[in-house]
Each structure stands twice: as C-alpha cells, then as structure tokens.
C-alpha cells in the first residue's frame, strides 16, 4: 500500500468534491436537455418524475445509500469503513445537483421572460 501523505490527500478531496460538482452540473444540463440520463441517476430520475415532493437530488442521495447497503451486505466482512465515505459524499453530489437544477430553471425562466418583455416592447 502506497503512503499519501496528508497534504496530499486532502488536495485529492478537494478535487474530488469540486468534480462532483461539475457532474452534477452536467446531468442537470443533460436531463433538461432532454438528452436523457446516466443509468446510474435513472432509477432517481424516474422516482422525481412519480413522486415531485422530492427533487432528483434527494432521490439520488437515497438511491445511493440503498447501493451502499448493498455493497455492505455483499461485501460483509470485505467492507472497509473508509468505504462509508460515501455517505457524505452522496449527501454533497445531491445537494449539488439540487442546486444546480434549480440555478438551471431559474436561468431559463428568466431568459424566457425577459425574452417575452422584449418581444412585448418591439411590437
């Protein structure tokens, strides 16, 4: 096992953490797009399709823990804790795709209607 020292890791977090918020934008981008999306994200996309109450980031958190529990009953005594990491890590890529979906209507919405005054004015 290769030693990283702690400066390093931490430097790998951070570009870990700030990636995902980049695929999160991206997945907002695809699905609003209607370019549809990953098979990983679409189990939670067809469950905020069903049930609007809770958006596709908070499906996606959900749907990533019950994949971890998974990984803990098939792995069993395999699992690593440093694996539970990814708890946490869920609960920042559904917050940040939450985020970024909603920054991505409210864009829309507002081009739409500035867009809309514009045309008014023209004519």
Known sequence: MIKVSKKELARRYTLFVISLFFIALGIAFTKHGELGVSPISSVANILSCKFTSMSLGTWLVIWNCVM??????ILRRDF??????QVPLSFVFGSYLTS??????RTIL????????????II
Do not use: D, F, P, R
């Open 110 to 121: 507002t081009s739409s209607l500035l867009t809309a005054v514009q045309y008014k004015y």
């Open 100 to 105: 970024c979906l909603y920054a991505y209507l």
């Open 80 to 85: 690593k804790l440093i694996q539970l990491l």
């Open 68 to 73: 971890i529990a998974g990984q803990i009953i």
